[in-house]
């Protein structure tokens, strides 16, 4: 089974500071995603990629930037943390080709306080 | 932007009952449709997909797709306590696949012995 890993697993973060949410594969897969996870909003696309060195906004990118510099890695940056981006955050990998499963990491949760 | 819609939000079933869950999207020229299973503090992960109209079944789960009504469902047929969990549909954006999923809010199933 495709294996996802993220980095940290819990975050408290002040507000106006600086968040790296990383997350790394080792499936080879080309597509990663980065989405959050709230209560009454459901899962949000935030930020995906296509492969290393590419980086495309979603749904709500707005307060987040993302970097994809390697085929394993994929990172959210949070450059000016906000109480508002309160929330758990999941990063998906899934293989190219037709329409595929993706296979979510197990969460980070952020609080900004 | 594609607007996916889930119904009931919460369902409660004894063990060995069927559970039906529903789903609803706005966009007919979608392509791929996918529910996704999320246990408690978990992460989501994929059931079953299909991309065309009519039935799939996979052990206890059954899928069903009508595009022409912009609906699909999914049967659990004998309900176990460990179907007790969040069930996420979600769509793909019509004519390109690789930019992420829109998913549903999701259907909280609690199955009681």
Known sequence: ?113 | QQKVQQSPESLIVPEGAMTSLNCTFSDSASQYFAWYRQHSGKAPKALMSIFSNGEKEEGRFTIHLNKASLHFSLHIRDSQPSDSALYLCAVSLPNNYAQGLTFGLGTRVSVFP
């Open chain 1, 1 to 113: 089974e495709a294996a996802v890993t993220q980095s940290p697993r819990n975050k408290v973060a002040v507000t106006g500071g600086k968040v790296t949410l990383s997350c790394n594969q080792t499936n080879n897969h080309n597509n990663m995603y980065w989405y959050r996870q709230d209560t009454g909003h459901g899962l949000r696309l935030i930020h995906y990629s296509y492969g290393a060195g590419s980086t495309e906004k979603g749904d709500i990118p707005d307060g987040y930037k993302a970097s994809r510099p390697s085929q394993e890695n994929f990172s959210l940056i949070l450059e000016l943390a906000t109480p508002s981006q309160t929330s758990v955050y999941f990063c998906a990998s899934e293989n190219w080709g037709n329409y595929a499963e993706q296979f979510f990491g197990p969460g980070t949760r952020l609080t900004v306080l």
